[in-house]
């Protein structure tokens, strides 16, 4: 496959770089690793209204400090404010999205946020796994607050991506087959 999408917020963070700028040249120059960080940070400008953006992740992607890195290099007047939530990525893997235990830790981690910034206007889901509490995520955020979800805007850029690189929609197949690999028990998933 020529061109991979590194679909997840703590690898892009953490290994994406390494991948593009070290490993991609030795193996073929002509594949593409793309991450999931940019296109999210390129829309979280036109979104916030008050220059307050909170950002929920791993403790992987916050400690990385991509997301303000990036954000500043975008939108350097935009104030980010970050809260990692260590067991939101359990919860969703262990299939408790709608459990008491999944609210309790979702609100307490959007308290903490928000707490620390009020003014936040627009809440980015740093990490694919996320979308899947949303029904508890919008049980704890104020109703203004713009929620990014990263699955469409990715895709969006994605699409835009290969528009402008024609070379590489050529390259892509049409259809294909989905190939699943894991680090954990296949017995869990």
């Not at 830790?105 to 959007?110: A, D, P, S, W």
């Not at 936040?120 to 704890?140: A, E, K, M, W």
């Not at 850029?157 to 690189?165: A, F, N, T, V």
Request: glycine share 6%; charged share 15%.
């Amino acid at each position: 496959c020529p061109l991979v999408i590194l679909a997840c917020n703590t690898a892009s963070a953490k290994a994406l770089r390494t991948i593009q700028q070290i490993d991609l040249p030795t193996l073929d120059p002509n594949f593409r690793v793309l991450g999931i960080l940019r296109p999210t940070v390129e829309v979280v400008g036109s979104l916030t209204k008050t220059g307050h953006v909170g950002l929920v992740g791993t403790p992987g992607t916050i400690v990385s400090g991509s997301y303000p890195i990036e954000i500043h290099k975008l939108h350097p007047d935009i104030l980010l404010t970050a809260e990692a939530c260590p067991m939101w990525v359990p919860l969703v893997e262990n299939g408790e999205y709608d459990s008491e235990g999944a609210a309790y830790f979702v609100r307490k981690n959007l308290n903490h946020l928000f707490e620390q910034d009020p003014a936040i206007d627009t809440l980015v889901l740093g990490c694919t796994h996320y979308p899947l509490l949303l029904s508890q995520i919008n049980r704890f955020v104020p109703k203004h607050v713009h929620i990014v979800s990263q699955g469409n805007y990715v895709a969006a850029s994605l699409k835009d991506y290969l528009h402008r690189h024609a070379d590489m929609a050529a390259r892509c197949t049409k259809s294909g087959t989905c190939r699943f690999l894991t680090t954990e028990s296949e017995a869990k998933f």
